[in-house]
């Protein structure tokens, strides 16, 4: 069987994209040999959250991802706008894994989502469309005894060990990618960004740039 093209799918508020989110996707297209990555802006966030203005979060991953490994796709942010409610990643994986029956589409996550899967919206489904690749800081494993029982037997009966496995599968597997994670708050960026404070090194420069031109956040506490 010929292995499968792998793609990325990683989604986030991005509000704003910083260098860890930059550094995550490079290590994705490197070291595990993603043909390409899909940006996936939340639309209105499942918890409420207060989101910047999503022609302004859009704009910002365009100047961050304008290669052509990267795609942003608008997907969760035009489906807000249309029923004017919450956004599942359930609904995106269906929409986004669609397109073609001969890739393997692998959600991007960071170990914290992995550990709060269990609260997601129709999470056990999840693993029907894509596969998961799950960035984690080296030494940080998972102590299986001590999470939510059924997120603990999912992770036991879908650990894939190689990454042949997900090129192999086109759906259901979870690979632990070690990578040094980059500790960046985008909480933090915003109250730096509200206060004229600098932010190099957390943010690109074409970033910082275009926040402080239109004042993205300007207000405190945004």
Same mark, same amino acid.
């Given at each position: 069987?010929?292995?499968?093209?792998?793609?990325?799918? $990683?989604?986030?508020a991005?509000?704003?994209?910083?260098?860890?989110?930059?550094?995550?996707?490079?290590?994705?297209?490197?070291?595990?040999?993603m043909?390409?990555?899909?940006?996936?802006?939340?639309g209105?966030?499942?918890?409420?959250?207060?989101?910047?203005?999503? +022609?302004?979060r859009?704009?910002?991953?365009?100047?961050?991802?304008?290669?052509?490994?990267?795609?942003?796709?608008?997907?969760?942010?035009?489906?807000?706008?249309?029923?004017?409610?919450?956004?599942?990643?359930?609904?995106?994986?269906?929409?986004l894994?669609?397109r073609?029956?001969q890739?393997?589409?692998? $959600?991007?996550?960071?170990?914290?989502?992995?550990?709060?899967?269990?609260?997601?919206?129709?999470?056990?489904?999840?693993? +029907?469309?894509c596969?998961?690749?799950?960035?984690?800081?080296?030494?940080?494993?998972?102590?299986?005894?001590?999470? +939510?029982?059924?997120?603990?037997?999912?992770?036991?009966? +879908?650990?894939?060990?190689?990454?042949?496995?997900?090129?192999?599968?086109?759906?259901?597997?979870?690979?632990?990618?070690?990578?040094?994670?980059?500790?960046?708050?985008?909480?933090?960026?915003?109250k730096?960004?509200?206060?004229?404070?600098?932010?190099?090194?957390?943010?690109?420069?074409?970033?910082?740039?275009?926040?402080?031109?239109?004042?993205?956040?300007?207000?405190?506490?945004?």
């Amino acid at each position: 069987m010929m292995p499968r093209k792998l793609i990325g799918i $990683f989604g986030g508020a991005f509000d704003p994209v910083h260098n860890g989110h930059s550094a995550i996707t490079k290590y994705c297209i490197e070291k595990l040999c993603m043909e390409k990555i899909i940006v996936v802006p939340t639309g209105t966030s499942p918890l409420n959250k207060k989101l910047t203005n999503d +022609n302004f979060r859009l704009e910002m991953l365009h100047k961050v991802f304008h290669e052509d490994c990267y795609e942003i796709s608008e997907y969760e942010v035009l489906q807000s706008k249309k029923n004017n409610n919450p956004t599942y990643t359930i609904d995106t994986l269906k929409y986004l894994t669609a397109r073609d029956e001969q890739t393997s589409y692998a $959600f991007i996550m960071g170990m914290d989502s992995l550990l709060n899967l269990h609260q997601w919206f129709q999470w056990e489904s999840l693993l +029907n469309y894509c596969h998961f690749i799950v960035i984690q800081r080296k030494g940080n494993n998972v102590d299986l005894n001590t999470i +939510n029982p059924l997120l603990s037997n999912l992770i036991k009966k +879908n650990t894939a060990l190689t990454l042949d496995e997900l090129s192999q599968n086109g759906y259901g597997g979870i690979y632990f990618a070690k990578f040094p994670l980059m500790p960046i708050s985008s909480t933090e960026i915003r109250k730096k960004l509200s206060q004229d404070r600098d932010v190099s090194g957390l943010v690109s420069p074409e970033i910082e740039k275009y926040s402080k031109e239109f004042k993205i956040y300007h207000s405190e506490g945004q």
